[in-house]
């Protein structure tokens, strides 16, 4: 009996071992003439690859709708893109057709012959050779879809928006645009942490457009021709580049005119985009007319990009490293509180009291669109355990890593891997505020960071976890001389899901204003 236990199990091993080495077989099904452009990308491997029947699985064709049109006058010469939708999916490729590429217009949805061309790779991927006769047009179709990525995104997946419609939001063009400069040509824009080229033909109607110092740009992604580890975005008309350039801020608008007062990191029950901030105002704002920015960071050593190392561009990092609201609309008075964070706009999580009622200059929801230029989606932008998190307040909306805010909290742990780079000479910059310095108050010698020197303060995360806590920083702030009279404390209130909105603001812990 034992034996022949024995005897059956190496005939089972040897049935799987011989079904495993042979080919599909597909007696019992047709195999598919279409292949999809996701799938076609993956056969390429670093050398021209020729797309065989064995290679495609017997597929003969892909299908696209096209992005591209020769009457923008800002394609690579002789190409057509395609891209293709797929449910929660988005995969782009170049067709090398020559002088017929003006036969092919945007929107126009193509059926296209693929076996036996040759993908190739000159700076971007491309299918090479492709006639005519290997092109149908089934029908023009009025939306081609495009994606809202941060540069980020845009170099973890690169094969993924590769040859795909983008639009990247708060782009700086670097160095500053002089006077007179024009987008023809290639141009630095950076995004975050990295940079992106933007390629303008001179044969472009946009190509003497001034340069303008911030961008919103929407184009065809490609990697770049001149240098493949270089993404570069292709406009395609004047419309696709928007001036989004902070405006003069006026000189008299005085040092910390808003001023971080509280935050709930840990409402009751999940945290995305329930958590959120509440700031004062020291003088009166129409953010319409003096807009300002709040960035916050989570630096979890898993988050990304520079996982468990300090941020490569401080705030303007982006990523899960750090989220920003832009406060571009609303206003103000001198001694009234406000509010940004998650849209749900609730005191601690989901079915407690609404603060819709309250004054909120900005709401998003972060948890799946991601922030305002700068920041994946991310279910928890303020940390409840960990490594330091914090908020930091900037004049404007578009930052970079030089940007110095004019307020700043951070909260948490003692750990500086991923908070600071003294020899890289990274990190978060600091204001000058009641509990952090530029420069030392005694050497006056230079401490950007904070973490640096004297630049250690923290509030503790505050436990037991998950019970609906508001974090109130009560102080004195003398709104003549712009000065803390009492440095911010720290209370947590501990909230309940039918808690008032006015606790928020009422009370001795909270802040005072005095002249």
């Given at each position: 009996?034992?034996?022949?236990?024995?005897?059956?199990?190496?005939?089972?091993?040897?049935?799987?071992?011989?079904?495993?080495?042979?080919?599909?077989?597909?007696?019992?099904?047709?195999?598919?003439?279409?292949?999809?452009?996701?799938?076609?990308?993956?056969?390429?491997?670093?050398?021209?690859?020729?797309?065989?029947?064995?290679?495609?699985?017997?597929?003969?064709?892909?299908?696209?709708?096209?992005?591209?049109?020769?009457?923008?006058?800002?394609?690579?010469?002789?190409?057509?893109?395609?891209?293709?939708?797929?449910?929660?999916?988005?995969?782009?490729?170049?067709?090398?057709?020559?002088?017929?590429?003006?036969?092919?217009?945007?929107?126009?949805?193509?059926?296209?012959?693929?076996?036996?061309?040759?993908?190739?790779?000159?700076?971007?991927?491309?299918?090479?050779?492709?006639?005519?006769?290997?092109?149908?047009?089934?029908?023009?179709?009025?939306?081609?879809?495009?994606?809202?990525?941060?540069?980020?995104?845009?170099?973890?997946?690169?094969?993924?928006?590769?040859?795909?419609?983008?639009?990247?939001?708060?782009?700086?063009?670097?160095?500053?645009?002089?006077?007179?400069?024009?987008?023809?040509?290639?141009?630095?824009?950076?995004?975050?942490?990295?940079?992106?080229?933007?390629?303008?033909?001179?044969?472009?109607?946009?190509?003497?457009?001034?340069?303008?110092?911030?961008?919103?740009?929407?184009?065809?992604?490609?990697?770049d021709n001149d240098d493949p580890t270089v993404m570069a975005v292709w406009p395609r008309a004047t419309a696709d580049i928007q001036d989004v350039s902070d405006p003069e801020i006026p000189g008299d608008l005085g040092d910390m005119p808003l001023v971080f007062t509280g935050?709930?990191?840990?409402?009751?029950?999940?945290?995305?985009?329930?958590?959120?901030?509440?700031?004062?105002?020291?003088?009166?704002?129409?953010?319409?007319?003096?807009?300002?920015?709040?960035?916050?960071?989570?630096?979890?050593?898993?988050?990304?990009?520079?996982?468990?190392?300090?941020?490569?561009?401080?705030?303007?990092?982006?990523?899960?490293?750090?989220?920003?609201?832009?406060?571009?609309?609303?206003?103000?008075?001198?001694?009234?509180?406000?509010?940004?964070?998650?849209?749900?706009?609730?005191?601690?999580?989901?079915?407690?009291?609404?603060?819709?009622?309250?004054?909120?200059?900005?709401?998003?929801?972060?948890?799946?669109?991601?922030?305002?230029?700068?920041?994946?989606?991310?279910?928890?932008?303020?940390?409840?355990?960990?490594?330091?998190?914090?908020?930091?307040?900037?004049?404007?909306?578009?930052?970079?890593?030089?940007?110095?805010?004019?307020?700043?909290?951070?909260?948490?742990?003692?750990?500086?891997?991923?908070?600071?780079?003294?020899?890289?000479?990274?990190?978060?910059?600091?204001?000058?505020?009641?509990?952090?310095?530029?420069?030392?108050?005694?050497?006056?010698?230079?401490?950007?960071?904070?973490?640096?020197?004297?630049?250690?303060?923290?509030?503790?995360?505050?436990?037991?976890?998950?019970?609906?806590?508001?974090?109130?920083?009560?102080?004195?702030?003398?709104?003549?001389?712009?000065?803390?009279?009492?440095?911010?404390?720290?209370?947590?209130?501990?909230?309940?899901?039918?808690?008032?909105?006015?606790?928020?603001?009422?009370?001795?812990?909270?802040?005072?204003?005095?002249?």
């Amino acid at each position: 009996m034992k034996k022949r236990l024995i005897y059956s199990f190496y005939l089972l091993c040897s049935l799987l071992i011989m079904q495993s080495c042979e080919k599909r077989d597909f007696l019992n099904g047709t195999p598919s003439p279409y292949i999809a452009i996701e799938d076609l990308r993956m056969i390429y491997k670093g050398t021209d690859v020729e797309m065989t029947g064995e290679r495609l699985a017997e597929a003969q064709k892909t299908t696209g709708v096209v992005i591209s049109t020769p009457a923008s006058g800002n394609v690579p010469e002789g190409m057509v893109i395609i891209q293709q939708a797929k449910p929660g999916k988005l995969h782009g490729v170049a067709l090398r057709v020559g002088q017929i590429a003006a036969n092919y217009q945007i929107g126009d949805s193509l059926l296209v012959n693929v076996q036996n061309k040759t993908l190739k790779r000159a700076g971007f991927l491309y299918i090479d050779a492709v006639a005519a006769a290997d092109i149908e047009v089934i029908t023009n179709v009025q939306t081609t879809y495009s994606r809202s990525v941060t540069a980020s995104s845009i170099y973890q997946r690169p094969n993924e928006y590769e040859a795909t419609l983008v639009r990247i939001v708060g782009g700086e063009m670097f160095p500053r645009p002089t006077e007179g400069e024009t987008f023809a040509g290639v141009k630095r824009m950076v995004n975050g942490a990295d940079t992106l080229n933007v390629r303008t033909l001179a044969t472009a109607p946009f190509a003497n457009l001034q340069v303008p110092r911030n961008v919103n740009i929407r184009g065809i992604l490609l990697a770049d021709n001149d240098d493949p580890t270089v993404m570069a975005v292709w406009p395609r008309a004047t419309a696709d580049i928007q001036d989004v350039s902070d405006p003069e801020i006026p000189g008299d608008l005085g040092d910390m005119p808003l001023v971080f007062t509280g935050y709930c990191p840990d409402p009751e029950g999940g945290d995305g985009n329930y958590e959120y901030i509440q700031l004062l105002a020291n003088a009166d704002i129409n953010f319409a007319e003096i807009p300002f920015s709040v960035v916050t960071t989570n630096n979890a050593g898993t988050n990304q990009p520079n996982a468990g190392a300090a941020p490569g561009a401080g705030w303007a990092t982006g990523g899960a490293r750090t989220l920003k609201f832009n406060l571009t609309e609303g206003s103000v008075k001198k001694g009234e509180f406000f509010y940004v964070g998650g849209h749900q706009k609730r005191i601690s999580g989901a079915n407690s009291t609404s603060l819709a009622a309250l004054n909120w200059v900005r709401a998003i929801p972060y948890a799946t669109t991601g922030g305002d230029g700068l920041g994946d989606a991310n279910a928890n932008i303020l940390a409840n355990s960990g490594n330091a998190s914090g908020m930091a307040l900037f004049v404007g909306t578009n930052i970079n890593e030089a940007t110095v805010p004019i307020d700043l909290v951070f909260f948490g742990g003692t750990g500086t891997a991923t908070i600071i780079d003294s020899v890289a000479n990274l990190g978060y910059r600091v204001a000058n505020n009641d509990h952090y310095r530029p420069f030392h108050p005694e050497t006056g010698d230079a401490q950007p960071f904070f973490s640096m020197g004297t630049n250690q303060y923290r509030i503790p995360h505050f436990i037991p976890a998950n019970i609906g806590v508001f974090v109130q920083l009560g102080g004195v702030f003398n709104t003549t001389t712009r000065r803390w009279e009492t440095p911010r404390a720290y209370n947590p209130l501990v909230l309940t899901k039918q808690a008032a909105a006015t606790v928020l603001e009422v009370g001795e812990l909270v802040t005072r204003q005095t002249e």
